[in-house]
């Protein structure tokens, strides 16, 4: 058994890779006329289909992958649309039907894919083949595709057969289960020894291969199914023929816990805490997206076993195995901020404040526990609440935080009140260290002078609904801390199958109303950097925050950029903001490259710790800036190059650097708040500068400034016939332009 760090290794990759790799972009083709890919090195795409359509054989890609290496493959999109990436070794990657052949898939709604493959023939080199599925007819798709060769599994990693029932874990030989028996079709114990607290991670790669239909990567397949409930193990729900894991003690006669349901968001969630007994759900060991999984052993565990979620036919008719190494030495990642902080659609109000292993129908603690916001009550204190983001239910739809049109209703439970709310919208409650078993009156919000209500006073316990923050008016909510509260908690409003099917997050930001000395951002305070018109941005572009009570001037003087200065933060939803600059009444950040995925993101600023009121900000793939010598003062590390004004004199046919912010998706992201070094990183949406807002002309390059952060350098050359005197400039892609600077063309 594996006892070292490969996930560190696996880590430590992933971020060399991500930004550090030098080398030609690949361009050579393979015996099916793909693109070969370099490993580690990104390459553009851009593409615009009729119909959905796969993009294979000599509109795909292919990399050589050494024997008992596994295979990352990431792809991005530029436009935050959903195109789905599959891998195969051997031969391409082929439709049959509405199904496509591959040895691994992603398929998220999510512009960010990623895969983990080896090639089936165990012990053997191979071509791996990559093609993309561009699901939406017509649509332009722009973005980058980077497949990444890792280390091999180690040489005593474990085979979990697909005939290993994880229903059988701990049982004699002889116990049956439908038709599967121990021990032919016992899942396989791992020989590692195991601490209360200890954090486990797991890689798995391979396939296993039923009677009928193609091969299941550990992943699974794209149904759900479900297993357990026997033998004191308690129900699972998620993909069929995946590979799951139990923590057992010396014997398995203890209480049977919680089910636990993968259908929603709890199969993207990155640290699971199992209890003892419950079957958790692993995979290929790494969330959809990207993330590795974390696995706390519980108190009383001595034992732990792998297999498949397959059981009685279906798991003895399974052929071949997975491939496992596990690492024992993991840290957890650090711990989620709290204010602002994520609310999971999977998390349950009713469950506030209860203890793992608390059930409520089929919803449990703490995997769906509500949150509780970081910030201390005082009793007469009103507070805000300013929330953004989406989750999604397949049979209700997708919601904001305001909720649906429909009605539901949660509670009484545990000593909290009833509320009849929008169906899947945030709701909070307020409660003290312990729990009144006494509910008190619910409240119900299909009253319309309720629902509207600036002003709320809720008892303890009593659950009431924040939505967005905001009544239908546009009037900020407040709510007045009761007396006795010491917590605030934040969820949904559903509970047990309709809490674990959601998918997807709010972001929520808490704060004292009505304080005068805490930082404030003004109405229209954020803005691009170089233009303070713009009011939609770009992942990784340079932002100018307005308002009050920031701290005192104060620049950054190292790299990377800090993400507090002079006491202050800026949180774009839970991301602590690289920070250039901080003065009393205006900020300047960059806006964290992990946000591309996002529409709206919540901005708060945070003085000496204490958060001022939350704005929303519009995010877009292309949102450019222009800096002038009037916008660039604070670009400390901006040393070369001239920038456009109206003094400035070109002639025609000369080539003119321009220096932006917010160009989009670039070949290469370095790490937020860092510079780019070493390598050079084009912007990959296409685009043109204009003059006098009607000749375009096709850019020359467009790529980061080296050694600097968030900053563009766009070149063109001014055409014999453009206009002579004072023109216009402009960077646009598609219908979006930056703001206008002018030169002089003679």
């Known amino acids: 058994m594996f006892h070292g760090s490969f996930p560190y290794l696996y880590r430590r990759l992933r971020v ?119 699901a939406i007819a017509g649509s332009l798709v722009t973005g980058r595709l980077t497949a990444t060769i890792l280390p091999g599994l180690s040489d005593d990693a474990i085979a979990v057969p697909g005939s290993s029932s994880i229903t059988l874990a701990g049982q004699p030989d002889g116990t049956r289960d439908i038709s599967a028996a121990a021990p032919g079709n016992s899942p396989i114990q791992v020989n590692i020894p195991l601490t209360p607290g200890q954090v486990i991670q797991v890689l798995a790669v391979g396939s296993i291969s039923p009677a009928f239909g193609p091969a299941v990567p550990p992943e699974g397949l794209g149904t759900a199914a479900q297993s357990g409930n026997v033998f004191s193990l308690p129900l699972i729900n998620a993909p069929q023929s995946s590979l799951v894991g139990v923590f057992l003690g010396d014997t398995t006669n203890g209480p049977t816990p919680p089910n636990l349901d993968y259908r929603g968001g709890l199969i993207d969630v990155s640290v699971i805490t199992p209890g003892l007994q419950q079957i958790f759900y692993i995979g290929n060991g790494i969330t959809g997206g990207g993330q590795l999984r974390n696995f706390v052993v519980p108190t009383g565990a001595t034992r732990l076993f792998l297999g498949t979620m397959d059981r009685g036919d279906a798991v003895t008719m399974n052929s071949s195995a997975w491939m496992v190494t596990i690492a024992t030495d993991a840290a957890l990642p650090a711990p989620p901020v709290r204010n602002p902080l994520t609310v999971p659609g999977i998390s349950s109000i009713t469950l506030a404040g209860q203890p793992a292993g608390t059930k409520d129908i089929a919803a449990s603690a703490p995997f769906n526990s509500p949150v509780a916001a970081g910030i201390v009550l005082k009793a007469g204190q009103a507070i805000q609440v300013r929330a953004v983001g989406k989750i999604s239910n397949p049979q209700a739809g997708t919601a904001g935080p305001e909720g649906l049109l429909s009605m539901a209703s949660t509670g009484p439970v545990f000593g909290l009140s009833q509320i009849t709310a929008p169906e899947s919208s945030l709701v909070g409650v307020f409660v003290g260290d312990t729990l009144n078993s006494q509910a008190p009156a619910g409240l119900d919000y299909r009253n319309g002078g309720l629902f509207d209500t600036v002003g709320l006073q809720p008892a303890l316990q009593q659950v009431f609904y924040i939505g967005n923050g905001l009544t239908s008016a546009g009037e900020v909510r407040t709510f007045t801390v009761p007396t006795g509260a010491t917590r605030l908690f934040l969820g949904t409003i559903d509970r047990s199958d309709e809490a674990n099917l959601n998918s997807g997050s709010w972001t929520a930001a808490v704060n004292v109303a009505n304080s005068a000395t805490l930082p404030q951002i003004g109405a229209t305070g954020v803005t691009n950097a170089a233009d303070s018109g713009g009011f939609s941005v770009a992942a990784g572009s340079i932002l100018s925050i307005a308002g009050l009570n920031f701290g005192l001037l104060t620049p950054a003087t190292d790299v990377p950029l800090p993400t507090v200065l002079a006491d202050t933060q800026v949180y774009f939803n839970t991301i602590p903001a690289p920070l250039f600059l901080v003065s009393p009444t205006q900020i300047f950040a960059q806006l ?104 375009a002309i096709d850019v020359v390059s467009a790529d980061l400034v080296p050694g600097s952060i968030g900053v563009e350098e766009v070149t063109f050359q001014v055409p014999p016939d453009a206009p002579s005197g004072a023109v216009e400039l402009r960077v646009q892609s598609g219908a979006v332009s930056s703001n206008a600077v002018t030169i002089t063309i003679q």
């Open 592 to 695: 964290p490259v992990e946000l591309r995925n996002e529409d709206t993101v919540l901005v708060s600023v945070a003085q000496a710790g204490n958060l001022g009121p939350a704005v929303t900000l519009s995010v877009a793939p292309f949102a450019p800036g222009i800096f002038t010598p009037d916008t660039s003062h604070f670009l400390t590390q901006f040393s070369a190059g001239t920038l456009p004004s109206s003094s400035d004199i070109v002639q025609h046919g000369d080539t003119v650097t321009l220096y932006a912010t917010g160009l989009g998706l670039v070949l290469y992201d370095p790490p937020t708040g860092t510079p780019l070094t070493g390598i050079s990183s084009p912007a990959l949406l296409p685009m043109q500068v204009t003059l006098n807002q009607a000749a």
């Open 16 to 134: 060399l890779f991500s930004w550090f790799a030098v080398g030609c972009l690949a361009g050579g083709a393979s015996l099916n006329a793909q693109t070969v890919l370099d490993s580690g090195v990104p390459i553009p795409f851009s593409f615009t289909v009729s119909s959905a359509s796969l993009l294979n054989g000599a509109k795909g890609y292919s990399i050589d992958v050494p024997a008992n290496a596994i295979l990352m493959v990431q792809l991005d999109t530029a436009q935050n649309t959903e195109v789905d990436l599959y891998a195969r070794f051997g031969s391409d990657v082929a439709a049959d039907g509405a199904r496509f052949i591959a040895d691994a898939s992603s398929r998220r709604a999510s512009s960010r894919q990623t895969v983990l493959v080896s090639n089936p023939a165990t012990g053997q080199a191979g071509t791996c083949n990559i093609a993309l599925v561009n």
